[in-house]
């Protein structure tokens, strides 16, 4: 355990260099290049205090190559949302074993979180456009598309892979397994594009709705508006006369000032509401369907018992992928994440087959 603190610290420190590496803006940069230098500080006190050698624990784990081959194909935003989200279960891990110990929360729990935030109020040159580019870059990744894909390819498997085995139960592999299959997967895929494209659409009708209330109070009683953004600054410790001024001045520009009140007082960041409820709806489709069609490929060629165990191997390589595509998100060891999707997948199939075979035997008999 003590060597996989010391490892989760070093791929921390190999990552946020690349991140640095391949960031245009030297400031933003500049950033990742101190939390890099930060996450190696860590690790090599971590190793000093248990005796270790550090120099022999300076590679990056295969996980954290892996999340560079991502960065590579995909952006290294996702990269950057991946390492956020990291530390955020850490902090939260951490503040959870401590009030179940009944230790003291000091605050320095969620530094990592912190730091980077820190390091940013710090620097005069970010202090304005680079703080405000780099939190919408951040809430805009969060490592949520690849997190989408690895769920949307396990809800498709799942889902299907328990629906084919109990029809494949109930008729021995023979009747209706390969339509009832592309039935579910289609179904299924649909079901979830819509779902998708109603929560995405909903979302943006409602942010929008509220946007233009804004936009109509600020323009009927700039008063009243600016008087809430000065209390807004005063609630985070600005003094009042400090507030009054500051409020003044932005509500002086009806744009950027709506801009600013949507955001403060809203609590909306414009950048979550630009995403396409279609290209959201095509990706859920996509997605279920590659993880749902694994299960159904066998019975396309074959039929019988074959055909039930090339579709139980199948499935169980499917979700051993999956589940080691989950270690991505929460850097718990591959075989143990794998096997158990494996285990909880098949024990769910079984249970619907034996379900089917129950039927099965109750119609024929």
Known sequence: MKNKNIQTEIDASYLYSILAEHESEEAIANVFRQMSAIERSHAEAFAKKENISFENLMRPSFRAKTLNLIGKVFGYDYVLGILMDTEKSISAAIISTKQKSKKEITGNETNHVKILQTILEKDKETAGKYMSKFESRHRSVGGNAIRAAVLGGNDGLLSNFGLVMGVAGATSGEKGVLLTGIAGMLAG?????????????????????????????????????????????????????????????????????????????????????????????????????????????????????????????????????????????????????????????????????????????????
């Open 189 to 365: 895929a649909l079901s979830m594009a819509m779902g998708e494209w109603i929560s995405v659409k909903s979302s943006q009708e409602l942010y929008e709705n509220q946007m233009q209330i804004e936009m109509d109070e600020l323009e009927t009683n700039p008063e009243g508006e600016m008087r809430e953004l000065a209390l807004i600054y005063m609630a985070k410790g600005i003094p009042e006369e400090q507030a009054l001024r500051m409020a003044a001045e932005i509500i002086k520009n009806t744009a950027n000032a709506h801009e600013i009140l949507v955001k403060e007082e809203l609590g909306i960041n414009v950048e979550d509401i630009k995403g396409s409820a279609v290209e959201a709806a095509v990706y859920s489709f996509i997605l279920f369907t590659v993880g749902a069609i694994i299960p159904v490929l066998p019975f396309m060629f074959t039929s019988g018992i074959q055909a039930i165990v090339i579709s139980v191997i199948a499935s169980a390589a499917g979700l051993f992928f999956i589940g080691a595509a989950i270690t991505l998100f929460t850097g718990k060891n591959v075989w143990y994440s794998g096997f158990r999707q494996v285990l909880f997948g098949l024990a769910a199939a079984a249970i619907t087959f034996g379900i089917g075979k129950l039927i099965g035997i109750s119609i024929m008999g």
